[in-house]
Each structure stands twice: as structure tokens, then as C-alpha cells.
């Protein structure tokens, strides 16, 4: 059974940093590129970032270039989002989730909470 | 930037068919996904590359994309089917996903 446990969240101040971790099971995570999602309370969906299989290809929203990091560990089984200057819009729910061809999710996690706020 | 323009509410009768439209520029060009996502809970994945399900879903949900617009179709609409419905794309011109804003689908 396909199992993505999204962990990091939490209340940091505008500025602030913090890294979310994905934790994956079930599936040959090396083989699959992965996306992160956020959701702002009350809002729709947005993409994010994704990442290949191998880190090589990476792609960012333009909300989030410059100050989000991709990365991945395929020994850990572990999908990272590290934010940076963090801001109140940044406040959402953040998914990983598994990515397929042409950019879609077919898995995701339950997602952890991210509230800037001072 | 690519957008995708979805009607924020459809409303419909148990046993009917909800049509939910997700219009983009050319959309019929790219691969169109759709999720379901109820109250407190993650989305899910209901139709794929415009009209294919992944397995589970029922063969109630369908979808169709040509020209600026893609549908997701839903028969025999049952109150477990109420939730917000996302079109997704992948642009490949920019290397960005893109949804839509979400149709928040209500049984009557």
C-alpha cells in the first residue's frame, strides 16, 4: 500500500524557516518524480514544486522560486521542502504527493499545517 | 502564465449528471486531470489524461477535453459525490503544474 506521511509543520514567524519532510512507503520511491501541493485555508489547490526521480529535473512555482528548496534522499525514502523567508501567504496545508506522467498525483499524503504568523 | 477557469459552484438533483467544466487556451492540447477532495481530507485522483480512471473509481466519473474546454462528468450523482472537484494540467511551455480554482459540487 502506497503511504506518503508528510511531517515539519508547524507556527514559525514571517521570516522564519522550516523544512518539511515526506516519508514514503509502499512504492520504489527512486523510480517516481514527486510533488509538493499546498492548499491556503479555505482556498483551492497549488502546485508547488516537483522533482524527478533522480533530482534531476526541478521546477518551483513563482511564489515560492528563491526561497523553497527541493530535495530528495532515495536511500531514506524521504521527499524535503526546506522554506525560507517565509511569508503569511505561505500559510497552507502542504501535500506531497506521488507524480505520474504529465504532472499528475496519484498519491498523496495527508498533508501538515504551515501557519506564518507573528 | 496558463490558467484554468472552473465554475465555482454546480448544483444537482441525486441520480442526475453533474457536468463540471474546466476552460483553458488550447486545453484540448494537454492532458487534463481531475480530483476530488471532501471536507478534511487529502484529494484524490478521479480521472486522468482527459478520460482514463485509476482503478477504484467508479464508472461514473468521465471526463472530456477538445478545444478550450475539459468536463468532468459525474451520472447518477449520489450525496457521497459531494466535494470540490480540481482540473490540473501540466504546462509544459513553463514547466509548471497549474490548477484550477475548484467547483464546489453540491447534491440537492
Redesign the interface.
Given at each position: 500500500e502506497v503511504q506518503l506521511v508528510e511531517s515539519g509543520g508547524g507556527l514559525v514567524k514571517p521570516g522564519g524557516s522550516l523544512r518539511l519532510s515526506c516519508a514514503a512507503s509502499g512504492f520504489t520511491f527512486s523510480s517516481y518524480s514527486m510533488n509538493w501541493v499546498r492548499q491556503a485555508p479555505g482556498k483551492g489547490l497549488e502546485w508547488v514544486s516537483s522533482i524527478s526521480s533522480s533530482s534531476s529535473y526541478i521546477y518551483y512555482a513563482d511564489s515560492v522560486k528563491g526561497r523553497f528548496t527541493i530535495s530528495r534522499d532515495n536511500a531514506k525514502n524521504s521527499l524535503y521542502l526546506q522554506m525560507n523567508s517565509l511569508r503569511a501567504e505561505d500559510t497552507a496545508v502542504y501535500y506531497c504527493a506521488r507524480a505520474r506522467l504529465q504532472g499528475r498525483s496519484d498519491y498523496w499524503g495527508q498533508g501538515t499545517l504551515v501557519t506564518v504568523s507573528s | 502564465?496558463y490558467v484554468l477557469t472552473q465554475p465555482p459552484s454546480v448544483s444537482v438533483a441525486p441520480g442526475q449528471t453533474a457536468r463540471i467544466t474546466c476552460g483553458g487556451n488550447n486545453i484540448g492540447s494537454?492532458?487534463v486531470?481531475w480530483?476530488q477532495?471532501k471536507p478534511g481530507q487529502?484529494?484524490?485522483?478521479v480521472v486522468?489524461?482527459d478520460s482514463d480512471r485509476?482503478s477504484g473509481i467508479p464508472e461514473r466519473f468521465s471526463g472530456s477535453n477538445s478545444g478550450n474546454t475539459a468536463t468532468l462528468t459525474i451520472s447518477r450523482v449520489e450525496a457521497g459525490d459531494e466535494a470540490?472537484y480540481?482540473c490540473?494540467?501540466?504546462d509544459s511551455s513553463s514547466?509548471?503544474?497549474?490548477?484550477?480554482?475548484?467547483t464546489k459540487l453540491t447534491v440537492l
Open positions: - | 502564465s494537454k492532458s486531470h480530483y477532495q487529502a484529494p484524490v485522483l486522468y489524461d485509476p470540490d480540481y490540473q494540467v501540466w514547466d509548471r503544474g497549474v490548477f484550477g480554482g475548484g
